[in-house]
């Protein structure tokens, strides 16, 4: 590889000083880990996209577009050439190439990387030449594009010098050369990581595409207390807050120095259960496992009232979810999101025959600080199931702890939520959430729910050609998932972010903060 000199990396561009801002922001948790392979959290994973980058990218309206690929073409139903975009560097200089995109594909394949899940599909990674690779899939896959937007091209170069040619085992707490450090082609580097403090970002003087933003400086800032968010955004002390409580709203649009950014994001909010155990880990059931009935299933689906949570605890502003995937991504059938009616009398009916007419006691693990009113959501599900007899021992606890004890599939029941990403489209939470999983599927499938037609049907889903084809083979799964209430689909939550005014941060469904698209005034 190329190592640029400082003076002609430095002329590539940058932002002109008397345009330039610094811009501060917050959200609820911190990033788990700068290694781009070894989670697969949505904030972390959307955080790292401004400083690696994939082949192809969603834009702010979840479309696709070159990144590190300029172009690509399906020569055969099974091989993919991308044509890669040459004059790239990362962060330390180095040219990007072949070499590199064959390195991280070897490296998605290490015992620790969460990526592996998402690229599934993919069979081998190969170089043609400098600046063109093949990507070959197992089977045919019209969508391979979107499935690779997190596909995070590391430096081969660096990271063997960095001791980090393996994903570091996130769930296990393990680190690596990329755990606190980061060297990627994105529009910004890292300069500096304070864990749970702080996380500084410079602009990429070398980028290969061209700025949007003025900015020069970018401080990121985990604040885990909501009023403390809240609070710094009024006084000043920080510009954004990407995760705005709700009650917090009407209070913020009444400073006329503040604007308040709202939509519908494309999260569904839902309950899992642990399908596989023969006894639970958490429940004073003994020598079975009360949610492998379906019976058990459908009492508690039936005593949660959906409308009443987004009354009370999501102040109107969520969407109830009738399915596992929102109405808004790529091929969702509409006619499935209707709801089971709320039938408190018929969920104990259902428990009695089931043989629990007393109910039983179950533990549910929550986040206090991932998703919008997360931890009032169980709170208000478990005062609901209480009155059918189904008591709930609450275990709710930050991002970090929760998403290790979900890894490991530590629970009896758990809270959880997924946006269809990276691509955009339903086949994503079919593959990921809800497809027995095995090494290259069903990466979030932590309840081990497990259905040999619906996976047939996925497959069919993945290899379509044609997309009348490709949605009624989604929709003829989703039905087979709904009709075993392998899940409880909640709602869609909303996405309220909060800014100084004469900050355009260009919100997108997906609830990803591009910063190479963030204006200062």
Same mark, same amino acid.
């Given at each position: 590889?190329?190592?640029?000199?400082?003076? +002609?990396?430095?002329?590539?561009?940058?932002?002109?000083?008397?345009?330039?801002?610094?811009?501060?922001?917050?959200?609820?948790?911190?990033?788990?880990?700068?290694?781009? !392979?070894?989670?697969?959290?949505?904030?972390?994973?959307?955080?790292?996209?401004?400083?690696?980058?994939?082949?192809?990218?969603?834009?702010?309206?979840?479309?696709?577009?070159?990144?590190?690929?300029?172009?690509?073409?399906?020569?055969?139903?099974?091989?993919?050439?991308?044509? #890669?975009?040459?004059?790239?560097?990362? !962060?330390?200089?180095?040219?990007?190439?072949?070499?590199?995109?064959?390195?991280?594909?070897?490296?998605?394949?290490?015992?620790?990387?969460?990526?592996? %899940?998402? *690229? %599934?599909?993919?069979?081998?990674?190969?170089?043609?030449?400098?600046?063109?690779?093949?990507?070959?899939?197992?089977?045919?896959?019209?969508?391979?594009?979107?499935?690779?937007?997190?596909?995070?091209?590391?430096?081969?170069?660096? &990271?063997?010098?960095?001791?980090?040619?393996?994903?570091?085992?996130?769930?296990?707490?393990?680190?690596?050369?990329?755990?606190?450090?980061?060297?990627?082609?994105?529009?910004? /580097?890292?300069?500096?990581?304070?864990?749970?403090?702080?996380?500084?970002?410079?602009?990429?003087?070398?980028?290969?595409?061209?700025?949007? !933003?003025? *900015?020069?400086?970018?401080?990121?800032?985990?604040?885990?207390?909501?009023?403390?968010?809240?609070?710094?955004?009024? &006084? %000043?002390?920080?510009?954004?807050?990407?995760?705005?409580?709700?009650?917090?709203?009407?209070? #913020?649009?009444?400073?006329?120095?503040?604007?308040?950014?709202?939509?519908?994001?494309? /999260?569904?909010?839902?309950?899992?259960?642990? !399908?596989?155990?023969?006894?639970?880990?958490?429940?004073?059931?003994?020598?079975?496992?009360?949610?492998?009935?379906?019976?058990?299933?459908?009492?508690?689906?039936?005593?949660?009232?959906?409308?009443?949570?987004?009354?009370?605890?999501?102040?109107?502003?969520?969407?109830?979810?009738?399915?596992?995937?929102?109405?808004?991504?790529?091929?969702?059938?509409?006619?499935?999101?209707?709801?089971?009616?709320?039938?408190?009398?018929?969920?104990?009916?259902? #428990?009695?025959?089931?043989?629990?007419?007393?109910?039983?006691?179950?533990?549910?693990?929550?986040?206090?600080?991932?998703?919008?009113?997360?931890?009032?959501?169980?709170?208000?599900?478990?005062?609901?199931?209480?009155?059918? %007899?189904?008591?709930?021992?609450?275990?709710?606890?930050?991002? +970090?702890?929760?998403?290790?004890?979900?890894?490991?599939?530590?629970?009896?029941?758990?809270? #959880?939520?997924?946006?269809?990403?990276?691509?955009?489209?339903?086949?994503?939470?079919?593959?990921?959430?809800?497809?027995?999983?095995?090494?290259?599927?069903?990466?979030?499938?932590?309840?081990?729910?497990?259905?040999?037609?619906?996976?047939?049907?996925?497959?069919?889903?993945?290899?379509?050609?044609?997309?009348?084809?490709?949605?009624?083979?989604?929709?003829?799964?989703?039905?087979?998932?709904?009709?075993?209430?392998?899940?409880?689909?909640?709602?869609?939550?909303?996405?309220?972010? +909060? +800014?100084?005014?004469?900050?355009?941060?260009?919100?997108?469904?997906?609830?990803?903060?591009?910063?190479?698209?963030?204006?200062?005034?």
């Amino acid at each position: 590889m190329r190592h640029l000199a400082l003076a +002609a990396l430095l002329a590539l561009g940058s932002v002109p000083a008397a345009e330039a801002r610094n811009f501060t922001w917050a959200f609820n948790a911190d990033v788990l880990t700068l290694d781009p !392979h070894s989670s697969n959290n949505t904030f972390t994973n959307t955080f790292m996209g401004n400083v690696y980058e994939a082949l192809v990218r969603h834009n702010d309206r979840i479309e696709i577009e070159p990144a590190l690929a300029e172009s690509w073409e399906r020569t055969t139903p099974t091989v993919w050439r991308f044509n #890669l975009r040459r004059n790239v560097v990362f !962060h330390n200089g180095e040219s990007f190439d072949a070499d590199d995109v064959v390195f991280t594909w070897a490296r998605v394949n290490t015992p620790g990387s969460m990526a592996r %899940g998402l *690229l %599934g599909s993919i069979k081998e990674v190969r170089k043609v030449d400098s600046h063109v690779i093949e990507i070959e899939t197992h089977r045919p896959f019209p969508i391979l594009p979107a499935s690779i937007t997190q596909f995070f091209i590391m430096d081969e170069g660096w &990271s063997r010098a960095n001791n980090a040619t393996e994903a570091a085992n996130l769930a296990g707490q393990q680190e690596s050369g990329a755990t606190r450090i980061a060297n990627g082609t994105g529009p910004f /580097r890292i300069v500096e990581r304070r864990p749970d403090e702080r996380t500084v970002l410079e602009p990429h003087a070398g980028w290969w595409d061209r700025p949007v !933003h003025n *900015l020069t400086r970018v401080t990121f800032q985990p604040i885990r207390s909501a009023a403390t968010r809240t609070a710094s955004l009024l &006084s %000043g002390a920080i510009d954004a807050n990407v995760e705005v409580p709700l009650q917090d709203i009407p209070r #913020l649009l009444q400073d006329n120095r503040v604007q308040v950014i709202e939509g519908p994001e494309l /999260r569904t909010i839902y309950l899992g259960f642990d !399908h596989e155990r023969d006894e639970l880990l958490y429940s004073d059931v003994r020598g079975r496992n009360p949610l492998k009935d379906r019976r058990v299933r459908e009492a508690i689906y039936r005593a949660i009232d959906v409308n009443a949570l987004v009354r009370t605890v999501m102040r109107e502003k969520a969407w109830p979810a009738g399915m596992m995937v929102s109405p808004f991504l790529t091929g969702a059938p509409q006619d499935l999101n209707g709801r089971l009616p709320f039938d408190p009398d018929g969920a104990r009916r259902l #428990l009695a025959e089931a043989g629990y007419p007393q109910g039983f006691t179950v533990g549910i693990v929550c986040p206090n600080d991932r998703y919008v009113n997360d931890e009032r959501t169980c709170q208000a599900i478990a005062a609901m199931l209480a009155r059918v %007899g189904i008591r709930l021992q609450l275990q709710s606890e930050p991002t +970090a702890v929760w998403s290790r004890r979900t890894a490991n599939r530590d629970f009896s029941i758990y809270l #959880l939520g997924h946006a269809g990403l990276p691509l955009a489209d339903s086949y994503s939470t079919l593959n990921e959430v809800l497809r027995t999983a095995t090494r290259t599927t069903g990466g979030l499938n932590y309840g081990r729910w497990s259905n040999a037609a619906f996976d047939a049907l996925v497959e069919q889903a993945a290899e379509a050609a044609d997309e009348t084809a490709r949605r009624r083979f989604i929709r003829d799964a989703l039905a087979i998932e709904r009709a075993e209430i392998a899940h409880v689909p909640l709602f869609q939550q909303p996405i309220a972010w +909060a +800014a100084r005014r004469g900050i355009d941060l260009r919100q997108a469904p997906d609830n990803r903060l591009r910063l190479w698209l963030v204006k200062v005034e």
